[in-house]
């Protein structure tokens, strides 16, 4: 099983600063890796796919970048719609496996 | 406009079974690898079966295998999941999802308690 490790576990920062979140996976994954966003009662929503695409309505200030073990989702410009947690996950080989979440909170 | 909507959860003993129901619109299951996802309450999500887009293959997580069972029923584009011998630690909301996953319902949620 690919173990997925998402850093910082929590992350503090303010509406317009820049967020950097990193998802690392013990054995190559290719770019069969998704980011998700999931506020609080809500499903979670696709975001990124095969690492560096976005999904369909997702704003330009999200990008994703990286390939094999190491990935990296940066928001440019945060907004105040955009604090929630986020999670990686790989479809490179079965079971899919999800990273364990960075709360993006509001400093 | 793809949807999907679960149905069948609810509060049950330990040891006893559940059937989730996931209804899909705006696409045919037949086109599509669907999952089931759980999340426990305050944790990280985890990956529970799939089943591919023709039927001929189901993979499921070590935690429910030889409990859970994936099915689907194209004529009706509804997707399930057989749950048997459930577990206090399957206590869950359980979501299903369309292919990547890239969309997913807004879940049912599964209390197993004594």
Redesign the interface.
């Known amino acids: 099983e690919i173990v997925l490790t998402q850093s910082p576990a929590t992350l503090s920062l303010s509406p317009g600063e820049r967020a950097t979140l990193s998802c690392r996976a013990s054995h190559s994954v290719s770019s069969y890796l998704a980011w998700y966003q999931q506020k609080p009662g809500q499903a979670p929503r696709l975001l990124m796919y095969d690492a560096s695409n976005r999904a369909t309505g997702i704003p330009a200030r999200f990008s994703g970048s990286g390939s094999g073990t190491d990935f990296t989702l940066t928001i440019s410009s945060l907004e105040p719609e955009d604090f929630a947690v986020y999670f990686c996950q790989q479809r490179s080989n079965w079971p899919y496996t999800f990273g364990q979440g960075t709360n993006l909170e509001i400093k | 406009q793809v949807q999907l909507a679960e149905s069948g959860g609810g509060v049950v003993q330990p040891g006893r079974s559940l059937r989730l129901s996931c209804a899909a619109s705006g696409f045919t299951l037949s086109s599509y690898a669907m ?1 089931w996802v759980r999340q426990a309450p305050g944790k ?4 529970v079966a ?1 089943i591919s887009y023709d039927g001929s293959n189901e ?4 935690s429910v295998k030889g409990r859970f069972t994936i099915s689907r029923d194209i004529s009706k584009n509804t997707l399930f999941l057989q749950m048997n011998t459930l577990r206090l630690e399957d206590t869950a909301m359980y ?1 299903c999802a369309r292919g ?8 049912t949620l599964v209390t197993v308690s004594s």
């Open positions: 999952h990280g999500l985890e990956w799939v993979y499921y997580a070590d979501y990547a996953p890239d969309y997913w319902g807004q879940g």
